[in-house]
């Protein structure tokens, strides 16, 4: 992704850039309200700006992209406490792809709706937010607009006010984290683990879902308070076998379909037409090593079916 500078002056901050925004904002954040809001932040802070300060503006693009960083830098460095007064673990918002939003916001060229302004790519799975989230606030806009939207250090130095050569430091750490976590399996590979994850879950198997699952699996749950689910994470395939299968025995009626969770083979879970769940999956070695189980409804709005 190229960096999103508008070139031009007064009021060309465009639909576009806010979609670049909302791209940028998601990824720093991990929630799709707080990246919304943070844009909407920048442009009322752009629109705030005299007539003549907007005019001697050469990329509005760049000035909305630099004050968007700082909003989220903010947000971040505030995320913890409220992290802490979360109930159960916090996951990042899970994202339906674009062709499976039949109800809620399916128009794509909507810009009041932030889903629709994503891409899907490496850099919005759930194991890549994950990673995202162990960062410090600098080393995460650091290393998300240098190495994700190319921006140069020179702009991101404006951004977090400190040298280019200390952002260029702070990306480098953010990338080693990115490195050692990263999987290897191939999207053939990972759909293919999903699939047998179902049909296992289905079946009530147990011993098949141990099979499929790493020992060293965690499952993390997030609920927020708003629906039940586990509030520390499960740990070994040993242990989230069954507790899958004691799901399955609580919930009748629970339909459980295939879907792309933020860009990556994934599962949803519907009672009566209504998604209640949705599991993302990180495999390795042909196992799954980690799910992440999102059941908070806020977190579920641009999910339909």
Not at 176 to 195: E, G, K, S, Y
Not at 252 to 281: C, H, I, K
């Amino acid at each position: 992704m190229g960096t999103a500078g508008t070139a031009g002056t007064g009021n060309e901050a465009t639909v576009g850039d806010r979609r670049q925004l909302i791209n940028v904002a998601y990824r720093l954040l991990g929630s799709l309200t707080e990246a919304e809001d943070a844009v909407q932040e920048a442009y009322a802070r752009w629109y705030a700006l005299p007539r003549g300060r907007q005019q001697e503006t050469v990329s509005p693009g760049a000035w909305l992209t630099t004050v968007t960083g700082r909003v989220c830098l903010d947000v971040l460095g505030s995320a913890r406490a409220r992290r802490e007064r979360y109930v159960g673990a916090w996951l990042p918002d899970p994202l339906p792809a674009h062709a499976e939003r039949d109800g809620y916001g399916a128009d794509p060229a909507d810009p009041a709706d932030p889903a629709d302004q994503m891409v899907l790519d490496e850099s919005v799975t759930m194991a890549f937010l994950v990673v995202l989230e162990s960062m410090t606030p600098a080393e995460r806009v650091a290393f998300v607009l240098h190495d994700v939207f190319r921006y140069p250090f020179a702009e991101i130095a404006g951004i977090l006010r400190r040298t280019p050569a200390a952002c260029k430091q702070l990306a480098a750490s953010g990338r080693r984290r990115v490195r050692d976590a990263r999987t290897r399996a191939t999207p053939a590979v990972q759909a293919d683990v999903v699939r047998q994850v179902k049909a296992a879950w289905e079946r009530k198997d147990i011993a098949a879902l141990v099979d499929l699952l790493d020992p060293a699996a965690v499952m993390t749950a997030d609920g927020g308070g708003r629906a039940g689910t586990v509030l520390r994470p499960i740990e070994g395939g040993g242990r989230i076998a069954p507790y899958m299968v004691a799901i399955a025995d609580k919930a009748p009626g629970l339909e459980l379909l295939e879907r792309s969770v933020n860009g990556a083979p994934g599962l949803v879970a519907r009672r009566d037409g209504v998604v209640v769940t949705v599991a993302a999956f990180d495999i390795a070695e042909g196992r799954v090593s980690r799910i992440w189980v999102v059941r908070n409804p806020e977190k579920l709005r641009p999910w339909v079916g």
